[in-house]
C-alpha cells in the first residue's frame, strides 16, 4: 500500500520501584514486636497506545524523553507504598514500535504493529517495589534487619514509526483522469497527461472535505488481463489490497479509443474480482468523469442505473471544472468515516504485544556470562544480574548473604566454577566487587526461604 511514513526516536524510562521499609513493630510494653515494614510501590509503566484520534506523530517530534511515575517508599505498620501512573503515549493507528540498541541506535526488532484503535504495548516497565522485611522472616531468621531496595526501572531507546494507509484507491483504466482527480480533490501533483500509463507509481494525497479528511490513492491504471499479469495493473492490484474503499473512474466519454463506459466499468470489476475476490465486495463507489463534454447525458443516466442496480453510489464529476467534486468529495469522506467507525468497532481482538516483547526480553536479560577480566578476577555480565546487584543494600550483611543465595540458585555459582573461579577470587558485577567464598557457603538459609525466588 502507498504510504506516508513518518518516523521519530524516543527514550522511554518507567518509574522506578519505591523501597521495601526495615520497621519492626511497636507496641507498649512490647520491647521488639514482629517485621512489619510495607513494600514500596510499583513504578508506573511507560505505555504506548494506538488512537483513533491521532493521524500523526508530531507530539514527538520536539520532546524525545519519557519519563513514569516512581512507586513511592514502603513504611512502617506494614503500609506498603503507592504505586506509580503509567505514562500513556497515543499514537496514531498503523504505527510500527521497535526497539533500538541504545548505544548504535540500530533497529533490534519490531515490539509491535499497532493497528487497531486501543492496541497497546508496555514498552518500558516500571520497577517493582522492594519488599518489605517481613518477607524475609524464616524459622532461622526471626527479625530480618533489611528490606528490598526498589527495582530500577527499564529504560529504552524506541523507534516509533507511521504507516498511513490510503483510505481510498482510484482504480480505473488508463486515462480516464484519476491522476487528474487526485490533483482536484488534495494537493497532489501527479503527472497527467493525454496518453495512457502516465501514472507509474502509486501518489497519495491527503484530502480535506467538510469535517472530513482521508488519503487518496492513485494508482497507475488498469486493463483487461490486468490481474493475470497484462499492462502494468497487476503489480498495482497489491497496492489496493489493504484499502477500505474504491473509487472506481470511468471516462464517460469512451476516450479516443471510443470505449463503451458501461463495458469499462464490467471489465475493471471483473479484473478486480479474478484478482481477489474480496476485492470485488470491497465498498466501491463509481465515478463518471469528463462530464463537462456535450452530449454525456444519455450515457450518465444509462452507467448510472447500472451502477445503483449493483449496489454502488454513483457519482457524475468533471475533474476539468470542478463540477460536481465536492459533493464527491464530501461522499467519501462519509463512507471513508463509516468505514473507520465500522473497523474500531469489528470484534478483531485489540492485541496486547506486552507478553510477547517482555518474553523476549526476560530471556534476553536472564542470560548472563562469566568474563575473566585479570588474574583471579571474574565479571559476570548480564543485565538480570546487574538488576540484583542495583537492587541489594550492600551496607547490609543479610542482604548480601540473600543475594548471594539468589545467585546460586540462578546459576551463576556454577557458571563461576565452570569458567575456573575458585574460592577467593574477585566477582564483579556491574559496579559491585566482592569475594567469591565457593558454593554452598551459606549455611544460615533454609531452602523453603526462597522458593519464591525462581522465575
Ligand atoms: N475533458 C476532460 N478531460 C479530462 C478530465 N479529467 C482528465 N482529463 C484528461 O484526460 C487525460 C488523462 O488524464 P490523467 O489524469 O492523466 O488520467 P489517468 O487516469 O491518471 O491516466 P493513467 O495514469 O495513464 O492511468 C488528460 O489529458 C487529462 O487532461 C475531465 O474531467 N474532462
Ligand atoms: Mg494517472
Not at 478486480?272 to 463534454?293: F, G, I, M, T, W
Not at 548480601?400 to 564483579?428: K, M, N, P, T, W
Amino acid at each position: 500500500m502507498p504510504q506516508f511514513t513518518d518516523i521519530c526516536r524516543i527514550n522511554v524510562k518507567g518509574g522506578d520501584g519505591g523501597a521495601g521499609c526495615m520497621s519492626f513493630r511497636r507496641e507498649a510494653y512490647v520491647p521488639k514486636g514482629g517485621p512489619d515494614g510495607g513494600d514500596g510501590g510499583r513504578g508506573g509503566n511507560v505505555v504506548i497506545q494506538a488512537s483513533a484520534q491521532l493521524s500523526s506523530l508530531v507530539d514527538y517530534r520536539f520532546k524525545h524523553h519519557f519519563r513514569a511515575e516512581r512507586g513511592t517508599h514502603g513504611q512502617g505498620s506494614r503500609r506498603d507504598g503507592k504505586n506509580g501512573e503509567d505514562l500513556i503515549l497515543k499514537v496514531p493507528m498503523g504505527t510500527v514500535v521497535r526497539e533500538l540498541d541504545p548505544e548504535t541506535q540500530e533497529v533490534l526488532f519490531d515490539i509491535a504493529d499497532l493497528t487497531h484503535d486501543g492496541e497497546r504495548v508496555i514498552v518500558a516497565p516500571g520497577g517493582t517495589g522492594g519488599r518489605g522485611n517481613t518477607h524475609f522472616v524464616t524459622s532461622t531468621r526471626r527479625a530480618p534487619a533489611f528490606a528490598e531496595k526498589g527495582e530500577p526501572a527499564e529504560e529504552h531507546w524506541i523507534e516509533l514509526e507511521m504507516k498511513l494507509m490510503a483510505d481510498a484507491a482510484l482504480v480505473g483504466m488508463p486515462s480516464v483522469g484519476k491522476s487528474s482527480l487526485i490533483a482536484r480533490m488534495s494537493a497532489a501533483r501527479p503527472k497527467i497527461a493525454d496518453y495512457p500509463f502516465t501514472t507509474l507509481v502509486p501518489n497519495l494525497g491527503m484530502v480535506r472535505a467538510g469535517d472530513y479528511s482521508y488519503v487518496v490513492a492513485d494508482v497507475p491504471g488498469l486493463i483487461e488481463g490486468a490481474s493475470t499479469g497484462r499492462g502494468l495493473g497487476h503489480q498495482f492490484l497489491r497496492h489496493i489490497e489493504r484499502t477500505a474503499l474504491i473509487m472506481h473512474v470511468i471516462d464517460i466519454t469512451g476516450g479516443f479509443e471510443g470505449r463503451d463506459p458501461i463495458e469499462d466499468y464490467r471489465i475493471i470489476n471483473d479484473e478486480l474480482a479474478a484478482y481477489a475476490s474480496e476485492l470485488a465486495d470491497r465498498p466501491q463507489v463509481v465515478v463518471a468523469n469528463k462530464c463537462d463534454v456535450s452530449g454525456m447525458t444519455e450515457r450518465v443516466a444509462e452507467l448510472k442505473r447500472v451502477v445503483l442496480e449493483d449496489g454502488h453510489d454513483f457519482f457524475a464529476v468533471s475533474a476539468l471544472t470542478g463540477a460536481g467534486m465536492q459533493t464527491l468529495m464530501l461522499a467519501v469522506g462519509e463512507r471513508v468515516a463509516e468505514l473507520r467507525k465500522a473497523l474500531a468497532e469489528s470484534d478483531e481482538p485489540a492485541e496486547d504485544f506486552t507478553e510477547l516483547w517482555e518474553r523476549r526480553r526476560h530471556a534476553r536479560d536472564r542470560a548472563f556470562t562469566v568474563v575473566p577480566e585479570g588474574e583471579r578476577i571474574w565479571r559476570v555480565l548480564g543485565k538480570g544480574v546487574e538488576r540484583l546487584c542495583v537492587q541489594t543494600d550492600w551496607e547490609n550483611e543479610d542482604a548480601v548473604i540473600y543475594l548471594q543465595h539468589r545467585f546460586s540458585r540462578i546459576g551463576v555459582d556454577d557458571a563461576l566454577e565452570a569458567a575456573g573461579c575458585e574460592a577467593g577470587d574477585e566477582v564483579r558485577i556491574a559496579g559491585y566487587s566482592f569475594a567469591y567464598e565457593g558454593a554452598d557457603a551459606d549455611p544460615f538459609i533454609d531452602d523453603d526461604d526462597i522458593d519464591e525466588e525462581v522465575e
